[in-house]
């Protein structure tokens, strides 16, 4: 079965970085692109960043462009998010999602992600 498992999450100052990382199995990673969302607190899921099958394009919310890098190995299955800059208000819990076709990029919907990771909490505080 498809496994999504997220890790590097924990607390860090305004200002400071953080790496994020999603170990994929269970499905054909390399024809699949990839996701990260986030959710805040007593606000719905929304979107982070989103990477191809490839890795040769990436797209990025507006509140992260230029602060947040994604990226991929497919030859380790993984999917990564580096944070800097990163602010009081990205602090949530992250989630890595894969799509529910393959060949599919450039979503920013949670519905056309069928498989989610368990979530790792990002803390951006003094």
């Known amino acids: 079965q498809v496994q999504l498992v997220e890790s590097g999450g924990g607390l860090v100052q305004p200002g400071g970085s953080l790496r994020l990382s999603c170990a994929a199995s269970g499905f054909a990673f390399r024809s699949h692109a990839m996701g990260w969302f986030r959710q805040a607190p007593g606000s719905e899921r929304e979107f982070v960043a989103g990477?191809?099958?490839?890795?040769?394009?990436?797209y990025y919310a507006d509140s992260v462009k230029g602060r947040f890098t994604i990226s991929r190995d497919n030859a380790k299955n993984t999917v990564n998010l580096q944070m800097n800059s990163l602010k009081p208000e990205d602090t949530a819990v992250y989630y890595c999602?894969?799509?529910?076709?393959?060949?599919?990029?450039?979503?920013?919907?949670?519905?056309?992600?069928?498989?989610w990771g368990q979530g790792t909490q990002v803390t951006v505080s003094s």
């Open positions: 999602a894969a799509p529910r076709r393959a060949y599919f990029s450039g979503s920013r919907s949670i519905a056309d992600f069928g498989s």
């Open positions: 990477i191809n099958w490839s890795g040769g394009s990436t």
